[in-house]
């Protein structure tokens, strides 16, 4: 069973849809107990880096997501929830995330172009930076859907994908159990749902 957690930010239906289009049972709870008890984990987001940390940590939820990734329990932020692995962000001031993947969240404005629109809206291709489970499914230059105005840097040991916008920006991590897409799967179409089906046969 894979859990969708509901922490009270991110489109969680959607996200629902597309398991079940892959014949994967998937529910969306925000109880710890149901959290604990899943074979995989989904940490969603949209919005502010900083609404979505408080909301996390003063929930308790922060404390059972950490736990069961470091117990080896797979797990994949999208989004929002793949910043929210990392150490910090310096989104609207400094906020701290669950530091399950080394680096930091910065604006993508220091380092693309200056006629580069903010967000990074729509689909761009996919290089992948090292082997990783999560694309067994996939082919490099394969297009994803993303929206975002902030990155993840000084990752550099769990990096596994890039996309091109001005700039090699970190489309996708993974250490360990722990993966993270700061892309869409839920919106990529087709190789949106192979990424979710790899995710789906990583051994615990």
Not at 34 to 47: D, H, K, M
């Amino acid at each position: 069973m894979v859990v969708i957690v509901d922490y009270g930010v991110g489109n969680l239906f959607s996200l629902a849809s597309s398991f079940k289009a892959i014949g994967v049972d998937a529910i969306v709870s925000g109880d710890k107990e149901v959290i604990e008890s899943a074979e995989r984990i989904i940490l969603p987001g949209v919005g502010a880096f900083g609404d979505a940390s408080d909301k996390l940590f003063s929930s308790g939820l922060a404390e059972v997501v950490i736990d069961q990734a470091k117990k080896g329990k797979p797990l994949l932020g999208i989004c929002l929830g793949m910043q929210l692995l990392f150490d910090k962000s310096f989104e609207y001031g400094e906020h701290k995330g669950l530091s399950l993947i080394k680096g930091e969240i910065r604006p993508i404005e220091e380092v693309i172009p200056k006629d580069y629109k903010i967000p990074h809206i729509g689909w761009n291709a996919l290089q992948f930076t090292k082997k990783s489970e999560l694309f067994k499914y996939l082919n490099d230059g394969d297009f994803v859907y993303f929206v975002h105005s902030f990155y993840g840097t000084n990752c550099n040991e769990s990096v596994i994908a890039t996309s091109e916008y001005g700039y090699p920006l970190t489309a996708a991590v993974g250490d360990k159990n722990v993966f993270g897409c700061q892309f869409h799967p839920e919106k990529s179409g087709e190789v949106g749902l192979k990424i979710l089906k790899a995710f789906c046969e990583i051994n615990a």
